[in-house]
Each structure stands twice: as C-alpha cells, then as structure tokens.
C-alpha cells in the first residue's frame, strides 16, 4: 500500500511538474492574444491559425532548406510577424469601427482561410520536424527536453516583451493606448503605426510558439484547433487584455489538463478545464484578477 | 392593392410549387442536395434568430451535437423510437441553453465574451463526444441502427421523394417561427436589449428572461436539425455535427445570406452548399480545401463590405425605405 501511494505521488508530481512546463507556452499564447486585444480591442479567432503556418515555416525550412533550427527559429518569427501585420492591415484595419461582433467574425473568415490554404498548399498529412530530443530522466520522473526548452524560451520571450513595453518609447505607446485609445491620438501618436506595430508583435509571439510547439507536435492543417480554443479561455479566464490573469490562468489550465489527463484520457482533462471555465465565468465573469462590480 | 395581394399570394404560389416539385422531378442526386440545403437552411435559420438580435452564439454546434447524438445513442443503445427521441434530445439541447446562458444574462456576459463562453460549449460537446467514444464512437463517427420493422415509426425511409417532404415541413415551421418572432413584441424588447441593456430594463423589460426565451428556442430548433440531418444521412460524426467548426459554419452561411432577413438564411445555406458541390464535382478529390478557403475569402469580404449579406442588401435595393 505504501509503495503504491508512492509511485503514485511520483506520477502525480510528474504531471504536475508536465502541467507547468505546458503552462509556459499557453502563457505565451496567451500573451500574444492578449496584447491584440488589450491594445486593438479585437480578438483574433485565427491566432492558432497563425501558429499553425508558423510550425509549417519551421518544417520547410528545415527539412526542405537543410537551415538549422536555431536559424529557422528567426525567420519563422520574422514571417508570422509579417503575416499579423498583413492581417491587420487587410482584415482589421477597415472594420476598426465596425461592431466587435464584425470583427470576430472576420477573423473566423480568416480562420478558415488559413486551415484551408494550409490543406491545398501542403496536404493533410501530419509531419513533424524530424528533431529528437532526449528524455530527460531526474528522481524516477520523465520529462521531454523539448517541453523544457520550450517552457524556458517562453519565459525568455515573455521577459523581452515586458522589457520592450516598459523601456522603450513604442512600448510605452502601446500601453498607453491600451489604456484611453481616443486621447493618445490627440498627444501625437499615430495610433495606425502602433496598431501595426501591436499586430506584428502578437505575430511575432505567434510565430515564437510555433517554433517551439513544432518541437512537441506534429504539423497538420487543423493543429490550430487543439489549442486554439483553449488559448480563447486562458485569455477570457484572466480577463481579456489582463497580460497577468492571462498568466496565472495559463498555468492554472494546464495543470487541470495535465492532472485531468493523468486520472483518465487527455480528452476528460480538456472537458474539466473547459466546465472549469465555464463555472468560473459565473463566479468572476471579469476574468480572475478582476475586481468585482 | 394589387401589390399587396400579390405579396399574400405569392408565399402560397411558391410552397405549392415546392411542395408539388419533387412528384415532377425525380432526380435523386438533385433532390439530395434539396434536401440538405433545406435541413441546414432550417439550423441557419435557427442561429439567426438569436444571431439577429447581436446575441453572437459560438456554442450552436455543440447544440446540433446534442440533437443528432442523443437521438441516435437512444435509438441503437435502448430502442427509444426516433419520435420519442428526437424530443427527448431537443429538451437536452434546451436544458445545455439555459444551464450556460442563464448564468450569461444574469452576470451580463455580453458580446465577446458571450460568443466565447459559447465557444467554450461547442468545444466540451465536441470533447466528451470523442472521449466517450465505446459509446458514440468517437471521432470515427456514428451510424444509427437500420430498422427491422417499420419505416415510419423508425423514421428512416430510402426514398429521397418523403425526406424532401419532411424537410420542407420543417424548413416552413421554421420559417413561420421567425416570423411569429418577428411580429410579437419580444422582438421590440430583443432590439432595445441589443441596442442597449441597461435602457431596455429601464423601460421595463425582463432582459435575462427575454434573451433566455429566444435562447432556447434556437436551441430546440438547432437539436432538431442535428437530429434531422442524423436521420437522414444515417451516419453522423463529431466533426459534421459538433464543435466549433460547425458553429462558424452556421455563423458564415446566415452573414452571407443576410442574418437581418427571415430569407437569408435560405440564401446562405444555397450558396454554401452549391459552392460546396460545385467545387466538388468540378475539382474532384483536389478541392479538398477549396472551399473552405473561397468561403474564408467570402466571409472576410462580405463583413468588410456587405454585412448585411445578399438577400438584406438586395431587399434594400428594391425598397430603400424599409425599416432597417
């Protein structure tokens, strides 16, 4: 009895310990979406999608280009950043004053585009990067260096764009905008380059997780779907556009998912987070750090 | 005068029509896709009656899940009759529509946050759909038991003639709902609510209770549809009955066909569904694709430029002082 209670308690760490290794990528997901929404007051449904084309920009250019993957990782960033700010400027930029609902939906337009064009240009067959890192072994537990390396990156990633927000004249721009969007015009800042700029920023966040979610995962059009959604409720849970509920809500889902999945499938452990969250809309529908009315 | 006469007499001149079609012509690949394109006319029209009055709804494919799941689960697993089943289902799809949407209008979770709870919905139907799957399954997809006795009391019939019937009963039902909402006054207290919460309650109306009505009655209508469409093609899986895909599926057709109009979801479903087909007979196995991507590109363009769909701009056109 005992020694079952303690292969148990390992398991349980493990996932646990798994949980939290997810919950940095999510974060950064989360982070990315956040900051559209935060600055641009626009949610973009396709932000997996993004990712999804990042995580085919990685395979090509490793395995078609022979490119290394640290030299990849950059120019995938490059392109989904250049892909968000085209999004904005086709998409987003001309329903600016169209009703939010208009805008959701266009992005859901072009949600289908990406999965679409992804299924023409590249077929339906999973492919995967074709890199395999060891297994890292430590006190009877498992964990995959991938999951490390991605947990760290993102780490690294969220560090930079906090340091970019604070230190530097367009991030403070973009904070400020966030905060009242009609008088930052009338102080002299071009609202249309700091939009740009936001768009390509949340792209370049996309682009950052694709390149590290291509580690863990195979590449199919419809990889966007398996956390796409969960992305939405990690941001709606930490309330929209709240960059430090987005965080904790990361991590707190993914540690439902991970212990979820480590009771029974992996599908039960996205259906209690997804019935978590719906429980916690009624109990805080501000998001989790909001202060209630 | 004339002109009114002929607007009361023209409906009936077009059932009749409808109705007496499918005795004319016989084509059954035709009369397939009729009858597709009048069981999702009938799940589009049921979006747009929450969807018109700006109550965005990501969950309705969950809702569609629910209707063609239960149905067909009741009928292999306990013999419950289709007739018996398929009400049974729709009061489970309204039951899931208040659970979630009660909680919504009480705390006030409005507009994107409101189509992203729903979101949520689609996503959890979807899931325990393909976690319960030595039930239902899962992902590979569902087929309800052929009959050994009756047609009728199982509801499944070969001929495509009594599914184009059945489908046109349901489609004018649904119609003449929207239009019985369309002339009640809970449509004059749905429009102040979406043009604002806080006036309408001012005013004096019951704003959780009239958005919670109109809620679960797309609901019902939704979960019939899905049951429908699972009586019809004998074969069902998460990914054409449920999940989010589905649901913007529902949300796109109704854009495009014109969500303000009792008609454009009609619209919406033709021209999906013949797009789809076109582009199916015409590319082969090689459109895998394309049509979702004409439709993104559709969607995209018909927000930015025409949101009031096709049928609510054409109707603008001819009579430039109607009401919206």
Known sequence: MGSFLEIFDIYLLEAMVNGILLGGVLALLALGLNL????????????AELVMIGMYGMYYLVQYYGLSYYLAAPLTILLVAALGALLHWLVIAPLLGAPPINQLLATGGVLFVLQ?????AFGIDFRNLGIRLPVLQFADMHFSYSRLLSFGAALVGMVVIYLFMTRTYTGTAIRAIAQDRQIMALMGVDTKKIYLVTSALGGALAGLAACLLVLQYDVHPFVGLSFGPITFLICVLGGLGNFVGGFVAAFLFAEIISLGGLFSDLEWGYVLAFAFFIVMMFIRPGGLLARRQ | MSLVAFRQVVPWIVGAMLIALPFVYRDPYHLHILVLILIWSFAYTSWSMMGRFGLVSLGHGGFMGVGAYVTALLWNHLGVLPWIGIPIAMVCAGALALIVAYPCFRFRITGHYFALVTLALSGIVLQIITATRDYTGGSLGYTPDRTKGSHLAALQFDDKTTWYLIALGVWGVGLLIWRWVDRSMDRYALEAISEDEDAAAAAGVNVTFEKLKITVI???????????????????????VSGIAVSLQMVFAVVVGGIYVALGPTVGAIITIMLAEGLRIGFGTKAVGYDNLVYGVLLVVFIIFLPKGI?????ERIKPSSKR
């Open chain 1, 116 to 120: 679409s064009f992804a299924t023409v």
């Open chain 2, 311 to 315: 049928l609510g701009s054409l109707l």
């Open chain 2, 218 to 240: 797309s609901a019902l209508m939704t979960a019939l549809a899905g049951a429908l469409y699972c009586q019809y093609q004998m074969f069902i899986s998460p990914d054409t």
């Open chain 1, 36 to 47: 559209i929404f935060g600055v641009i007051d626009v949610t973009w449904i396709c932000y």
